[in-house]
């Protein structure tokens, strides 16, 4: 089982560009999560999907949309990307939301 | 709103001597409570997980944590650190109930295991 997985690792944008991230587990799970990661902050959740069909705001969601495309896959998109948006983007998911979370390697953005 | 602290932002150690990461969690309602690492560059790994039942908790790599409800507390301990434990410790919080699956992170502690 290659578990969570994230595609890009590294991106670099400038300004007003847009990017989707994407998220994809094997493990069967129905909960998915999208957080970021700065420095002394630990990590903030962006947005999660409970389960297939439904996805809810986390703690910072402003500037962020989110795509539950299947089980399977659960995808973050900027859609016009700002410097205060350059952080390391984590992709978790569980089994259900009470549970632990698995998590993704990370992606690594930089806006200019 | 559920809140975690860890109490440490760094900690130093010598290798094989002990070692606790402190960290309190606010909940007024039931709660579930984690321990991740993360080695550099990497993302989080689960270390250890209290969901019910014994208060004391053990994890991967001679990690264990114990819950103490009345303090609110779930501190990570390990007898005796390696080298290899040099990394940056995450405690994180799920309130359940309303706030479900929003894990809640304390902001991290940096354990440096020096030789």
């Known amino acids: 089982n290659a578990g969570v997985t994230q595609t890009p690792k590294f991106q670099v944008l400038k300004t007003g560009q847009s990017m989707t991230l994407q998220c994809a587990q094997d493990?069967?799970?129905?909960?998915m999560y999208w957080y970021r990661q700065d420095p002394g902050m630990g990590l903030r959740l962006i947005y999660y999907?409970?389960?297939?069909?439904?996805?809810d705001k986390g703690e910072v969601p402003n500037g962020y949309n989110v795509s539950r495309l299947n089980k399977r896959e659960f995808s973050l998109r900027l859609e016009s990307a700002a410097p205060s948006q350059t952080s390391v983007y984590f992709c978790?998911?569980?089994?259900?939301?009470?549970?632990?979370?698995?998590f993704g390697p990370g992606t690594r953005l930089t806006v200019t | 709103a559920q809140s975690v602290t860890q109490l440490d932002s760094q900690v130093p150690v010598f290798e094989e001597a002990p070692v606790e990461l402190r960290c309190n969690y606010s909940?007024?309602?039931?709660?579930?409570l984690f321990w991740y690492v993360q080695y550099p560059n990497q993302g989080l790994q689960l270390l250890l997980k209290?969901?019910?039942?014994?208060?004391l908790v053990k994890g991967i790599n001679g990690f264990e944590a114990e819950f103490n409800k009345s303090q609110t507390s779930f501190h990570l301990r390990k007898p005796s650190v390696h080298i290899s434990d040099t990394a940056e410790y995450f405690c994180?919080?799920?309130?359940?109930?309303?706030?479900?699956?929003?894990?809640?992170f304390g902001q991290g502690t940096i354990l440096t295991v020096h030789p």
């Open positions: 909940s007024s309602v039931s709660v579930y």
């Open positions: 999907s409970a389960s297939e069909g439904t996805t």
């Open positions: 493990m069967n799970h129905n909960s």
């Open positions: 978790a998911s569980g089994l259900s939301v009470q549970y632990e979370q698995y």
């Open positions: 994180a919080a799920n309130a359940g109930g309303t706030s479900y699956g929003k894990l809640t």
């Open positions: 209290y969901l019910s039942g014994s208060t």
